[in-house]
């Protein structure tokens, strides 16, 4: 599922419409990583890099100019190679940018240095992000530099350096509706999985056993990636927030944290459910298990176009006190507890974030200091938990080894927010019904 080459070209056109009169903007792909030795990891190209081009290969720069003759878009790639290509795959090559990625004007990469200094000159405003990639921003120094020495023979280099970022990522934040069908289709990709998850579960597993039906039905339903580090965390381990390991047994009467989404045509899903390892809540952990709930959909009915940003997280963070005032975890007045952030031991994170081609992704979440309110386009997660550590001495020990998080992803609508990862169960009757007939059927 693979976004046109339209999308592209009116990203790009909507991008340069917003650069200043007579600017060039220099974009270069994403490092490959070295794994080990010899070996790569997975290439994955830069966010911003994919969005304005479609574009996947390394060692790959995008340049554009608002009203050259010769053409706006300017692709230097790697050339055509048979011999390279028989060991690592096909590459486009500067005839191919130009046919199958509507490239106006490509060249090899080869070339880079002694053109780009060239479209530099005369040029007011290089639009470039500095510090992302530090073996390039010397090469963008250096074009800079050669300009400057050359500057008796009427060379002149941009004046002035803006960082592409506040424009891009403005964009990146709103989704157009081919953006959104492929979101929703990684959602639900990512939501079976977790169905998928649950009727599997059995005790005396091994979280990775666990974590390996994730990348089965990713795959199995056409996405070849997580969009992140997969977290399958049974009993304790849940408390852990970023718990990665995934080399512990899954115990019964325990429960187990999965955090897990896929990616699709670098758009990410991000779902998290919690569920109990032998498909029946204890009472302690359905107390638990219902006040994060409670805490969500609390957080949901503040996802509204009058609201902002903040509101969900605080809409979490009462209902989470008082629920644990309820239970006698906490105790006091509820004012000074709510005041004195009495949450942070047992719910330290924010209750979402944005999300796109990053699973964190970009946008600004506040403008000149204030809380930015909710627009149709946005897509969030909705993420509360609660998680009572195993060493928690101050807690009654039924409570300490639960960690518990429900996590969506939400699209801001004109009439409100859907839920795109609805197809994962997450009430307590749902979740034990799904597991049970899992169960009986084996």
Request: some cysteine; proline content about 4%; charged content about 25%.
């Amino acid at each position: 599922m693979k976004l046109k080459r339209e999308e592209y070209a009116q990203r790009r056109a909507s991008f340069m419409a917003q650069m200043e009169p007579n600017s060039i903007a220099v974009l270069p792909a994403a490092l490959p990583k070295i794994r080990n030795r010899d070996a790569d990891y997975a290439y994955r190209q830069d966010s911003d890099f994919y969005y304005l081009s479609g574009f996947a290969e390394p060692e790959s720069v995008v340049v554009l100019i608002p009203g050259r003759e010769e053409g706006e878009y300017i692709l230097f790639c790697r050339d055509r190679d048979p011999a390279k290509e028989v060991w690592d795959g096909y590459r486009a090559g500067p005839e191919g940018a130009c046919s199958e990625f509507g490239v106006d004007d490509a060249f090899t990469i080869d070339k880079l240095d002694d053109i780009l200094s060239g479209l530099m000159d005369g040029r007011e405003r290089l639009y470039f992000t500095l510090g992302h990639n530090e073996s390039f921003d010397h090469r963008i120094m250096s074009g800079i530099k050669t300009l400057r020495a050359k500057a008796r023979t009427g060379a002149a280099p941009p004046s002035e350096i803006v960082d592409c970022d506040h424009l891009l990522h403005e964009m990146r934040l709103f989704k157009s509706p081919s953006e959104m069908a492929v979101m929703k289709r990684a959602a639900e990709i990512s939501a079976l999985a977790h169905v998928r998850a649950m009727e599997k579960c059995r005790p005396g597993m091994m979280e990775y056993q666990l974590e390996a039906e994730f990348f089965h039905d990713f795959m199995r339903q056409g996405s070849r990636h997580p969009a992140y580090t997969t977290i399958v965390g049974g009993g304790e381990n849940g408390c852990i927030l970023h718990y990665v390991e995934n080399d512990d047994v899954l115990k019964d009467g325990d429960l187990v944290l999965i955090d897990a989404g896929c990616e699709l045509d670098h758009y990410a899903a991000d779902i998290t459910r919690t569920f109990p390892v032998n498909g029946r809540f204890s009472p302690e952990q359905k107390a638990i298990y219902q006040l994060v709930l409670d805490a969500q959909l609390a957080a949901l009915s503040k996802v509204t176009l009058s609201n902002h940003w903040n509101e969900p997280h605080e809409a979490v963070i009462e209902v989470v006190i008082n629920g644990l005032h309820e239970l006698g975890i906490l105790s006091g007045d509820l004012s000074k507890l709510i005041e004195a952030d009495a949450h942070a031991p047992f719910y330290m994170h924010r209750a979402g974030h944005w999300l796109g081609m990053d699973v964190h992704d970009v946008g600004n979440y506040k403008i000149d200091g204030q809380w930015r309110s909710f627009e149709p386009g946005m897509v969030l997660t909705i993420e509360p938990g609660i998680y009572i550590a195993k060493d928690n001495m101050d807690v009654d020990e039924k409570w300490r080894g639960i960690g518990i998080r429900i996590e969506d992803d939400i699209l801001v609508t004109k009439d409100g927010y859907e839920v795109l990862t609805a197809q994962a169960p997450k009430t307590i009757e749902e979740i034990e019904s799904l597991m049970a007939k899992a169960a009986a059927s084996h």
